[in-house]
């Protein structure tokens, strides 16, 4: 049996960072992915600030005990929602068909669901994935792809034999 999936989940939230309101979204996607056998290392939250995402983006993936970062917000339409942005920054490679595959499923249930402008890509062999804010949306996104992230992990590690 192969050991579980590691995660890292990052919350970006301006009022959340304050301490104006209770952050949500990371717990239910905390509580996803360990329902998935996923362990779940660290639930950070900071503000939507381009420099503070970006820094703990590099940290995080620098981390050996990561496997992938999920990141929650900031990737509406607002002045201040700069997640994707910051994660571009970072990036390796892009994986855009994840982030396409989480809106297509997401217009299914909401129609906005297309103003998300989450991303996913490959730092230093580790996978980010931008959430939207919301607890629906991050665990409905989450959802849509979670059955695909063993493999691509996999990929990352190295192990790139192909099932028939």
Known sequence: MSPPL????????????????ADRSGAAVRERLVRAGWTVSAVEILPDEFDSIRERLVALTDAADCDAVFTSGGTG???????????????????????????????????????????????????????????????????SILDLLPHAIELLKGNTAHSE
């Open 77 to 143: 339409l607002a002045a201040r929602d700069v997640t994707p942005e910051a994660t571009r920054s970072v990036l390796e490679k892009e994986a855009p068909g994840l982030a396409e595959l989480m809106r297509a499923e997401g217009v299914k249930k909401t129609r906005l669901a297309a103003l998300s402008r989450g991303v996913t890509g490959v730092r230093k062999g580790k996978l980010i994935v931008n959430l939207p804010g919301s607890v629906r949306g991050a665990t409905e996104s989450l959802e």
């Open 6 to 21: 590691r995660a890292k989940i990052l919350v970006l939230s301006d009022r959340a960072a304050r301490g104006e309101r």
